[in-house]
């Protein structure tokens, strides 16, 4: 029996992706127990999913510190305090300082709604439809002091079509993330991540079929 992994959420909005993680663990199939729920915006909507579930939640403004370390040193501590082992990024719109990182190594964890090294940072779908990209999709990386870097746990691709917007590929990239993020979080509970510098393999997985994917369709090719 997997020992269930004691994780913490850090979350600024809505709360989409912690809802998947809640949904998957409540039914059984994500061997993670959320420890706490910390968001930098008292208005959140996570908070509110959280208190529908009887999850712990706390606030952290990062108004009300004079700098960053400050900020993550009252993450750290509220974190280590709810016994947590892993640390998802969830929507959290703060850039994390070294402290936090050395804190937590190689336990934090991110999903970016971009097939990264591409498209870092912010508004990324629409940089994906603007730059005229056939495919985009969402990853899961473990997360270091670079913005949306470090090392690529999974991903999944999406195709990109003519006549997307940034809303409508964000609508088809989100439904991936809620299911890769679960999938990533469940190989570390599971104790089959290994890292060699950037390259993460996950032990006890098939090899996906070879099929290539093409968009717009071959014809006849």
Known sequence: MVKKVSIGVLVSGSGSNLQSLIDHSEQGVLDAEIRIVVSNNPHAFALERCRKHGIPTAVVDHREFVSREAFDGRLIDILKAAGVELVLMAGFMRVLSRDFFRSFPMRVMNIHPALLPA?????????????????SGCTVHFAEEGVDTGPIIIQAV??????????????RIL????????????????????CEGRRVRIR??????????????????
């Open 175 to 194: 439904k991936q993330e809620h299911r890769i993020y679960p999938q990533a979080v469940q190989f570390y509970a599971e104790g089959r991540i290994e």
């Open 204 to 221: 006890n997985t098939s090899r996906m079929a070879e099929n290539a994917l093409q968009n717009p369709s071959l014809t006849g090719f």
């Open 158 to 171: 999406v195709p990109v079509y003519d006549e997307d917007d940034a809303e409508s590929l964000a609508a």
């Open 119 to 135: 498209f870092p940072g912010m508004h990324v779908q629409r940089k994906a439809v603007e730059y005229g990209v056939k495919f």
